[in-house]
Each structure stands twice: as C-alpha cells, then as structure tokens.
C-alpha cells in the first residue's frame, strides 16, 4: 500500500493542500479548528511527517505571488499594495511581478514562483498565451485567484473578481444623459479585450436604451492616446458633448489634449474617468470617475484567497464588486 500523501491528509480533512503544508509547518496563520482537523485527519490515515525534507523548503513557507499586468498603472499599484499590505497582516510574504502585458514574462514568472514554493497566486493576468501560466498553476495545485481581468474563462478553478465595470459605464452614461447631452463618446480601450467589452457595455446599454447612436474611439489605454483623442474629437465629431473613458489614463491625457487646443473641459466637453486614482482630484479641472475603490478591493482579494488557503472556502466562481460615480468639475458645475 502507498504512503498517505499530503494530499490524502487535505482530502481527509475538506482542506487544500497549501492548507496541510502549513499546519505542518506550525504557521500561525492557521485558525485552531482548522489545524485540529488535519491533525485529526492525519493521524486517521497514518500520515507520517518527513521534517527532514520538509526543512529543505521551509525558507518558502508562508510566500504568495502577486503577478499584475501594469505595475505603471496607478491603479494596479494600489490595489498590488493594499493586497500586500493585507497578506503581511496575516504573516504572509509576497512575491511581486509585473509583466508589462507580456505573456510569455507571466509564463516565467509564474513558473519561478511554483518553483520557490508560493502556497497562492494571485494574478492580474496579460491576454494571450493562458495555457503558459494557468496550466502550471493547474497542474501545481495551488490557489489561484484571476482579479481585475478575466482571460480563463473556469471560475471554478480560477475565480474571478473585479469591480462591476459595466455598472461603473452604466452610471457615467446615465450622468451624461442626465446633463441633456445626446453625443456621447467611449474612449480608449484596446478592441477584442474582455475588460474594454466590459467597461464599455454599460455605456452601449444605456445608449441604446435611450435610443443614441454610440460611438467608440478604441486606443490604447494611457495618456498619449487620451491626448491624441482630444483632437480627433474635435476635429471629426464636433458634436460629441461628452467622454466617457475607458480608464483615469485616457482621461487625464484628454485633459491635456484639451488644454492644448483650448477646449475647456467642464464646459464645452464633459469628461468622465475609470478608476479614481488619486490624481483625479488633484487636476484642474478636477475628474469626475467612477470609484472602484481599488484599495478596498486590494484588500478583499487578500482575504478571500486567504480564506481560500487556510480554510478551503473557496470563493464565486465570479464576484463584481461595487462601484461608485463620482463627480467633480470635469462634468461642469454640478459636479463643484
């Protein structure tokens, strides 16, 4: 007959395997009830602990990675730090990438992170290449959360989670309405992306709805494109009185691209960000976003996946957290 395997011990006990690594390992991150029961469960199928190979690792114990697509991005920087800051509370050490958007650096990173023994992943993920890094995830057996984007489309394995992006264009597009506006612009995003599809579709529901054509700018998501926009508005559609953007990037850049043509924003062009990064109330004019409450959100995923590890309850397949809109000048007056 095969020795029990910590496998056996985590199927015993309804917990994961990082779960028993960790009992094992005597990590205070561990709830009382939780650890009594593998230790229950180990002793029913006659689990023997090999310590002797067990310390070869135990430099490794305790570490998770943190994978993010866009470490530039202001808003991926806060939720990366409110994540860590989070796992540090729980005696966690983290393990931090960017990837810049290129799948085949996720692929390596993920790859090297199994390798030095993270109990969890939590991943921002590139478009392109999933298999590279999700199968070595899979096949490793660790928890793995997706957040922010979607590119693997088994919740079940992977869970996803992210701010409600279609409520957040939903809200900034009933704004516009609201100011009696009936040109109204999505811009930047990249096209074929689930999260542009995502972050514009509130937007297309509420045109629709209100019986308006739409119209899509997509661009790449950063200020140069948001500045290159503001000309290309005004040159070609003149009529469009307001800008829903796909992020705070795009926004700011149009801001600026504005300033340079002399187009007052506020006024003759109202404009709404995605995100809320800090810098939107620090312009002039100052930007009216929608909130996403990236920190907050950071914080959650962190105890979700913790939860996740040392207690095996596992999270949705697919959660959206709560947005909200908030408004500054950038939509005129009524956003003082």
């Known amino acids: 007959m095969a020795r029990p395997t910590i496998i056996d011990v ?17 990590s205070p991150a561990v709830r009382a009830e ?12 006659g689990y023997v602990y090999n310590r002797m190979a067990a310390n070869m690792r135990s430099s490794q114990a305790g570490l998770i990675g943190l994978v993010i697509n866009d470490l530039r991005n202001p808003f991926f920087t806060e939720f990366a730090t409110s994540a860590q800051m989070t796992l540090s509370a729980r005696g966690y050490a983290t393990v931090l990438a960017n990837t810049d958007e290129d799948p085949g650096l996720q692929a390596q990173v993920v790859s090297a992170m199994i390798e030095h023994g993270v109990s969890a992943l939590i991943i921002s993920p590139t478009y392109g290449q999933e298999e590279a890094s999700f199968g070595a995830i899979a096949r490793a057996g660790i928890p793995a959360l997706q957040v922010l984007r979607k590119v693997v489309p088994d919740g079940a394995r992977f869970p996803f989670a992210a701010p409600d992006y279609a409520e957040g264009s939903r809200l900034a597009a009933r704004h516009l309405l609201g100011l009696s506006l009936d040109r109204i612009a999505f811009v930047g995003g990249l096209e074929g992306r689930g999260v542009t599809q995502q972050r514009m579709s509130g937007y297309l529901a509420e045109m629709a709805a209100a019986g308006l054509a739409p119209l899509v700018l997509p661009g790449r998501p950063g200020r140069a494109f948001g500045r290159t926009a503001a000309r290309v508005l005004a040159q070609d559609h003149p009529g469009v009185g307001g800008v829903i953007c796909f992020n705070d990037l795009v926004a700011l850049g149009l801001l600026s691209g504005c300033a340079e043509i002399g187009r007052r924003v506020g006024q003759d062009l109202r404009l709404i960000g995605f995100d809320d990064i800090e810098e939107c109330a620090q312009v002039w004019p100052a930007l009216t976003s929608v909130r996403c409450d990236i920190a907050g959100f950071g914080r959650q995923m962190a105890e979700n996946l913790l939860d996740w590890l040392e207690q095996g309850v596992q999270p949705p397949p697919e959660l959206a957290t709560p947005v909200t809109l908030i408004q500054r000048a950038s939509t005129g007056p009524e956003g003082r």
Request: net charge positive; aromatic share 0%.
């Open 10 to 26: 985590a199927a015993r006990a309804g917990v994961s395997k990082s779960t028993v690594s960790l009992v094992l390992q005597n």
């Open 34 to 45: 939780t650890r009594a029961a593998v230790r229950r469960a180990m002793a029913d199928i």
